[in-house]
T-cell receptor
Framework: GAGVSQSPSNKVTEKGKDVELRCDPI?????LYWYRQSLGQGLEFLIY????????KSGLPSDRFSAERTGGSVSTLTIQRTQQEDSAVYLC????????????????FGPGTRLTVL | GQQVMQIPQYQHVQEGEDFTTYCNSS?????IQWYKQRPGGHPVFLIQ?????EVKKQKRLTFQFGEAKKNSSLHITATQTTDVGTYFC??????????FGSGTRLQVQP
């Protein structure tokens, strides 16, 4: 079946402009995560959504970053007034549910959006 | 906050040699997951460990979860060029989102 999709695959923008990155999770997955990965680095958690609960925004690096998830499905990550240090690959992942107990569901990652801020 | 560290950052081996990456958490974990990211690709789930001292095998890959549930390892026997990529561990604790390690990049020389 269809996996997690992200758009655009590549985005080049000028410093100071706003950008929107989109994530379409796997149908039926209630948990959605955003990560950032700089070149050759690990995954930096940004935010996650679980059903109708308030999102966990603890990983957002500044108030220039925000995310929405409409109708419990598609999510948009917005970066305002982009800076050069925002350049990275932004990965979205979804899982069937975020378990309450110790067993967590597999996260399925999208192909990412490569953001370059000039 | 919770920190998950991985070593080594990078390893270059000859095809046929073994490889091990280690993951250590600053706090006790409820579970640990391992992911593989091929060059230019996105992370793909490999396995999840939940029980203290658990050992799981997938063909040439052996995964261990420490008795104290604060560390884990991934061992690859007789590496092949298809094993090239970055291996990430990710620790779960309570209601927090998974914390990913920094990854170990494996290069296999044919």
């Amino acid at each position: 079946g269809a996996g997690v999709s992200q758009s655009p695959s590549n985005k080049v923008t000028e410093k100071g402009k706003d950008v929107e990155l989109r994530c379409d999770p796997i149908s039926g997955h209630t948990a959605l995560y955003w990560y950032r990965q700089s070149l050759g680095q690990g995954l930096e958690f940004l935010i996650y959504f679980q059903g109708n609960s308030a999102p966990d925004k603890s990983g957002l690096p500044s108030d220039r970053f925000s995310a929405e998830r409409t109708g419990g499905s598609v999510s948009t990550l917005t970066i305002q007034r982009t800076q050069q240090e925002d350049s990275a690959v932004y990965l979205c992942a979804s899982s069937l549910r975020r378990s309450q107990g110790p067993r967590r569901d597999t996260q399925y990652f999208g192909p990412g959006t490569r953001l370059t801020v000039l | 906050g919770q920190q998950v560290m991985q070593i080594p950052q990078y390893q270059h081996v000859q095809e046929g040699e073994d490889f091990t990456t280690y993951c250590n958490s600053s706090t006790t974990l409820s579970n640990i997951q391992w992911y593989k990211q091929r060059p230019g690709g996105h992370p793909v789930f490999l396995i999840q460990l939940v029980k203290s001292g658990e050992v799981k095998k997938q063909k040439r890959l052996t995964f261990q979860f420490g008795e104290a549930k604060k560390n884990s390892s991934l061992h690859i026997t007789a590496t092949q060029t298809t094993d090239v990529g970055t291996y990430f561990c990710a620790g779960g604790a309570g209601r927090r989102a998974l914390t990913f390690g920094s990854g170990t990049r494996l290069q296999v020389q044919p």
